[in-house]
């Protein structure tokens, strides 16, 4: 569903500036990731207890491992069925994640598509787009500083026609879910980690060319602490 803005009900309307490029040679191509879960050793009390919001990183790189690593654990198949390692109302997954990789070791710069199913990333386009992301999240030096940056959307159209208007707090709970899983996996894995609501929807939506139906809930950044 498209994002309104809340001033006049109208959509927003990104600058044309901050509308990214995309690379028809590159759209759809995959990119394998390590298997996920097996370096997040860290006991679950002790990652609960050093878990800390960061918001300063250092200019340096993360590896692609440790990308699989928190991909898996915010949205990986765990389960016959798809089930995944955070809990879905119905079991109907509607959450989409999707990555900015920065400064990711192996990984070119540019949007990617997680698909938990295959646990890997489909490209959806090459280019750096931390600024044009930077500003739709209200300028924030985290994200400027980050190393990776990670969207959840929202598919609600099965889960409004399961649960009616019910349908939107289900999908925000199980964000936060997803998310939690996020930071925890972060912290084990030694990285700096945040969650961010403050970003415009709507320009979100458009930086990123998201699909019409998809609804911005959330975003998760990580790098190494300065």
Not at 52 to 61: G, I, L, N
Not at 108 to 127: F, I
Not at 130 to 145: E, L, R, S, T, Y
Request: hydrophobic share 40%; proline share 6%.
């Amino acid at each position: 569903m498209r994002v309104k803005s809340p001033a006049d009900g109208s959509p927003a309307t990104a600058p044309t500036m901050l509308r990214p490029t995309r690379y028809s040679d590159v759209q759809g191509l995959r990119v394998p990731l390590e298997p996920g879960g097996s370096a997040l050793q860290m006991p679950l009390g002790y990652a609960l207890l050093k878990r800390r919001s960061t918001r300063e990183y250092r200019d340096q790189a993360i590896r692609k491992r440790d990308m699989a690593h928190l991909l898996w654990a915010t949205q990986g198949v765990t389960g016959l069925g798809g089930l995944r390692t955070a809990p879905s109302a119905g079991a109907l997954c509607p959450l989409r994640v999707y990555v900015l990789g920065f400064n990711v070791e192996g990984l070119a710069k540019g949007m990617y598509r997680y698909d938990p199913d295959s646990h890997e990333l489909e490209t959806l386009g090459r280019g750096d787009r931390k600024k044009a992301f930077m500003a739709a999240a209200a300028g924030q030096d985290c994200v400027g500083q980050c190393a990776a940056a990670v969207l959840l959307t929202a598919d609600l159209r099965r889960m409004v026609r399961e649960f009616g208007d019910r349908a939107q707090t289900l999908a925000l709970m199980e964000a936060g879910h997803a998310g939690q899983n996020f930071l925890l996996a972060g912290t084990a894995l030694g990285l700096g980690v945040i969650g961010l609501r403050k970003f415009d929807p709507a320009m979100v939506h458009q930086v990123l060319e998201l699909p019409d139906h998809e609804e911005p809930f959330y975003v998760l950044i990580s790098g190494h602490p300065r």
